[in-house]
């Protein structure tokens, strides 16, 4: 999963804040997927974009959160007015177009702590 | 239904000994059962994976059996050894959808010397 560049590694903001968390996807890959990790829990599925598009973005809450794939340059998750609650792994994911093996490739994570 | 069942929570098991993780889902569409490996700090990464056409899957030191009708599928580690002291999550997903996957929980496996 090393092809997969998340950062920042560990972000720390304050309560009413905004937090951006960027990825790269590993080359060749045109699919990404974004979860979310509380502790203790198993990843929950957030959003999946392809370039320029929000192909699925049914475990996204309603609001605050948002998510890009630009034609260039990374994807970013953005979270406005954090609240202690989102403190949590965010792990971006990719694959690349054929849905064949559907192998998808994690990232290492962003640590969020909302203070 | 979207939720995968996983258990047990946690697991000890000797050096030498076997490791036995099990699933269980509701969604019959369901047909793509991956295993994750996630060490402390670290993203998940992909253990081994099976589909519903076959019972079971053999990669080394692991297995995936597969009950179709039960809808379960489990984790086997043979020979387990300190260095597979990790968290296994399962999860499950349909091809050709978002193909997203549902997770299980997790189980923290703790290998002994």
């Known amino acids: 999963n090393a092809g997969v560049m998340q950062n920042p590694r560990h972000l720390v903001r304050r309560r009413g804040q905004e937090a951006r968390l960027r990825c790269s996807p590993m080359?060749?890959?045109?699919?990404v997927y974004w979860y979310r990790q509380l502790p203790e829990e198993g990843l929950k599925f957030m959003v999946y974009?392809?370039?320029?598009?929000?192909?699925?973005e049914s475990g996204m809450p309603k609001e605050r959160f948002s998510a890009e794939f630009p034609k260039e340059g990374p994807s970013i998750l953005r979270i406005q007015q954090v609240v202690r609650g989102d403190s949590a792994a965010y792990f971006c994911?990719?694959?690349?177009?054929?849905?064949?093996?559907?192998?998808?490739?994690f990232g290492e994570g962003s640590w969020l702590t909302v203070v | 239904q979207q939720q995968v069942k996983q258990s047990p929570q946690s697991l000890i098991v000797q050096k030498g000994g076997i490791s036995i993780i099990n699933c269980a889902y509701e969604?019959?569409?369901?047909?793509?059962f991956p295993w994750y490996q996630q060490f402390p700090g670290k993203g998940p990464a992909l253990l081994i994976a099976?589909?519903?056409?076959?019972s079971e899957k053999k990669e080394g030191r692991f297995t995936i059996s597969f009950n179709k009708s039960a809808k379960q599928f489990s984790l086997h580690i043979m020979d387990s050894q300190p260095g597979d002291s990790a968290t296994y999550f399962c999860?499950?997903?349909?091809?050709?959808?978002?193909?997203?996957?549902?997770f299980g929980k997790g189980t923290k496996l703790t290998v002994n010397p």
């Open positions: 080359k060749g890959h045109s699919h």
């Open positions: 099976i589909r519903p056409d076959v």
């Open positions: 974009l392809q370039k320029e598009n929000i192909i699925d």
């Open positions: 969604n019959t569409a369901f047909d793509y």
């Open positions: 999860a499950a997903s349909v091809q050709g959808g978002s193909e997203k996957l549902v």
């Open positions: 994911a990719s694959s690349p177009w054929t849905v064949s093996g559907n192998t998808i490739y």
